[in-house]
C-alpha cells in the first residue's frame, strides 16, 4: 500500500508537470506523456525543489502548468460518474476546484526526489480519440507497471487517468464519490471533500509547530 501511494504521488507530479508549450502538432500520446515525464526529471533533479523553503512555489509551479497537460475537469467527471450529468454547471466548476486542491493535498505534499529511477516507453495503443499509453518504471529491485490514459481535447492529448500496478486513480475516487451520492447530494460531497482538505492542512499545521 506504501509503495502503491508512493507511485501514485511520483505519478501526479507526472501529471502536473506537463510542458508549458502546447503539443506539437501530430504528437502521439507517447510522446506526450514522455514529454512530461522527462520535464519531470529534470525538474525533480534539481535539489531546489526539494527545500522546505521552495515547497509551496514548486506546488504552485506545477499547479500553473498543470491545465496546459491534464483535463481536470474531465478527471473529476470520470470520478464522480453518472451523477455529474445532472449537476449544475457551477456544482461542476466547485468540485473540479476542490478535488484539484484534495489531490494536491493527498499526493504532493512531500514531493518525491528523483534518485535514478529508469523509466521505460513501452507501448501506446490508441482508440479514436481515447489511447493508452503503457510505462515502466524500474526502481531499484521492482519493477512498476502504469497505464497512462489520454484523449484529445481540443486537438492534442490530455492525461484524465493513471493506473498504477492495478489501481486507478480515478476509479478509487469514484468508488469513494458514489458511496457518498448514494446516501447524499452533490453539495454533501463537496461539503466532505472540503472537510479532508481542512483536516489534512491542520494536520500539516500541527506537524510543523511541533517540528
Do not use: C
Request: aromatic content about 6%; charged content about 30%; proline content about 4%.
Amino acid at each position: 500500500m506504501v509503495l502503491k501511494k508512493t507511485v501514485l504521488s511520483f505519478l501526479l507530479v507526472v501529471l502536473l508537470s506537463g510542458a508549458v508549450q502546447a503539443a506539437p502538432p501530430g504528437q502521439t500520446p507517447l510522446e506526450r506523456v514522455k514529454e512530461g515525464a522527462e520535464k519531470l526529471i529534470s525538474m525533480l533533479s534539481d535539489p531546489d525543489i526539494l527545500t522546505p523553503e521552495n515547497h509551496d512555489a514548486s506546488i504552485s509551479k506545477l499547479r500553473a502548468v498543470a491545465d496546459q497537460y491534464i483535463d481536470f475537469g474531465l478527471v473529476t467527471k470520470f470520478a464522480v460518474g453518472r451523477a455529474w450529468l445532472d449537476m449544475t454547471p457551477q456544482m461542476r466548476t466547485d468540485l473540479t476546484e476542490a478535488f484539484i486542491k484534495l489531490l494536491e493535498r493527498s499526493y504532493l505534499k512531500r514531493i518525491p526526489a528523483y534518485e535514478g529511477q529508469e523509466v521505460l516507453y513501452k507501448s501506446e495503443a490508441i482508440s479514436g480519440e481515447k489511447s493508452k499509453v503503457l510505462v515502466e518504471i524500474i526502481d531499484k529491485d521492482k519493477k512498476i507497471i502504469v497505464e497512462f490514459r489520454l484523449r484529445i481535447i481540443q486537438d492534442k492529448w490530455m492525461i484524465y487517468d493513471i493506473v498504477a500496478e492495478g489501481v486507478s486513480l480515478v476509479m478509487n475516487y469514484r468508488s469513494q464519490f458514489q458511496e457518498v451520492l448514494r446516501k447524499g447530494t452533490p453539495e454533501d460531497l463537496l461539503q466532505i471533500i472540503q472537510d479532508r482538505i481542512e483536516i489534512i492542512d491542520r494536520q500539516q499545521q500541527e506537524k510543523e509547530q511541533a517540528s
